[in-house]
């Protein structure tokens, strides 16, 4: 089992900036890949990054592709998701997720089986 915890969520005028950091601890070892989904009020849970451990290939959403960027630290077993360019749209609780064997739909919630617990991110207009 892996038990992962975000942290670095917060409140930020449109067109700033914030970094999200997800904690894995655990089964970490057997890691395939972690993914970033988030859900606004109302709506439904979507995907926004991933990004596999080994190789460190990444996916995002195409609304984000260019302002946000996710990457990873082996050593650590933390992945990050920096965001910047930030707009109201995006606000969101950020879930992290963790797949810990081979997924092929790295955009789907179902492909992933931990799940942290939640950090709010508002970006006010």
């Known amino acids: 089992q892996v038990q992962l915890v975000e942290s670095g969520g917060g409140l930020v005028q449109a067109g700033g900036s914030l970094g999200l950091s997800c904690a894995a601890s655990g089964r970490t070892f057997s890691n395939y890949a972690m993914g970033w989904f988030r859900q606004a009020p109302g709506k439904e849970r979507e995907f926004v990054a991933a990004i596999r451990w080994s190789g460190g290939t990444t996916y995002y959403k195409d609304s984000v592709k260019g302002r946000f960027t996710i990457s990873r630290d082996n050593a650590k077993n933390t992945v990050y998701l920096q965001m910047n360019s930030l707009k109201p749209e995006d606000t969101a609780v950020y879930y992290c997720?963790?797949?810990?064997?081979?997924?092929?739909?790295?955009?789907?919630?179902?492909?992933?089986?931990?799940w942290g617990q939640g950090t709010q991110v508002t970006v006010s207009s």
């Open positions: 997720a963790g797949a810990t064997f081979y997924i092929s739909a790295y955009n789907t919630a179902t492909s992933y089986d931990s």
